[in-house]
């Protein structure tokens, strides 16, 4: 039987998952001998993800996590997604066994982040880039790269116009600020959302940070900044699914996670340029350009070498569990 003191410590290890502004978009049931990853709709961003797929993204991220931590537990665990039409959630089992195979990815499901800054200008060497995504896709999860300086040329503009349609809307712009935390007295106090510190800024509390936000950062300024982000960026990985529902985004997530993880084993960053995939006329349009086919865009990441920022914080444990 599996002890509670062992499920507080893989769920520990699911919630190190990235989510969307680091919304921690999730609650977790322990019953019998499963637990249940579900979505927390009240931490859901309605104007970036106004259908869920990057809340369900985040809950496939903490799926692939726990699936890790328990096979290190000496868990075998069978996976089942309950798709009611109206929730989505995930079931998942654990047997016990003498001992699993395990991964090298568990030391880093600690060590992987998000890093929003500038690279280095290193490239990555092809071979480097085959092992980063082996046995990382489905088929129904599939990636496109870009890796080429052409290629990167023809993937920016959808970025800048993705950038400049979500800062020239206000209701974006006020959901974004909502989830910015602007010192660590407040990232401490909350335990979520994006702290200054880990995006390579300054602490300067809320007063001061919600007026930098709202009077000095403009569409034209990000731009100007994601310009110079993307010119330092090794690669792109536009992450897609083959179905657009939200049994196919939690798969995409354990997809990217595996990429994250394997990508911290190799000293490799990673950030979201998710700009494009967010806005569906932009979508639409790297569907047709990029001749995407059947496939749905859900999720840019840029790729290279860098320094670690500081870690982003969790909520309290106690606050995400709850027993039957």
């Known amino acids: 039987m599996i002890t509670e003191d062992t ?47 990057a809340l369900y993204i985040s809950l496939g991220c903490a799926l692939e996590n726990l699936i890790i931590a328990a096979n290190q537990f000496d868990y075998e665990t ?13 079931q998942v089992d654990f047997n016990q066994i003498g001992e699993t195979v395990k991964t090298d990815l568990f030391s880093f499901i600690e060590k992987r982040q998000v890093t929003r800054k500038k690279y280095t200008p290193e490239k990555i060497q092809k071979e ?63 335990g979520d959302g994006l702290w200054s510190a880990s995006m390579g800024l300054p602490n300067m509390g809320r007063y001061i940070g919600n007026f930098v936000m709202k009077n000095f950062v403009t569409a ?5 900044r994601l310009k110079k982000i993307i010119s330092k960026s090794a690669g792109f990985a536009l ?18 996670q595996r990429f994250g993880l394997k990508a911290t084993k190799m000293n490799i960053s990673h950030a979201h340029v998710n700009m494009p995939c967010e806005e569906l006329p932009v979508r639409e349009k790297m569907i047709q350009n990029f001749q ?13 070498y860098s320094n670690p920022l500081p870690y982003s914080y969790r909520r309290n444990i106690n606050d995400i569990i709850f027993k039957s």
């Open 7 to 53: 499920i507080l410590k893989i769920i520990k290890c699911a919630v190190k998952a990235p989510s969307g502004h680091n919304t921690q978009p999730w609650k977790f049931k322990f019953e019998n001998e499963s637990i249940s990853i579900l979505p927390d709709f009240s931490r859901a961003l309605p104007v970036v993800d106004g259908d869920n797929h």
């Open 292 to 304: 995407l086919k059947e496939y749905t865009p859900l999720l840019l990441i840029r790729f290279g």
């Open 220 to 224: 034209k300024s990000e731009a100007k």
């Open 78 to 90: 069978k996976v089942t997604i309950h798709d009611s039409g109206n929730e989505t959630f995930i």
């Open 128 to 190: 480097v880039i085959n092992k980063l995504f082996e046995d990382v896709l489905a088929e129904s999860v599939q990636v496109k790269l870009f890796l080429s300086e052409p290629e990167i040329e023809n993937l920016t503009p959808y970025i800048i116009e993705g950038n400049n349609l979500q800062f020239n809307n206000k209701a974006f712009v006020k959901e974004l600020v909502s989830w910015f935390r602007f010192s660590e007295k407040e990232v401490l106090l909350k």
């Open 239 to 256: 992450f897609m699914v083959e179905k657009n529902d939200p049994v196919h985004w939690i798969k995409l997530g354990q997809a990217f």
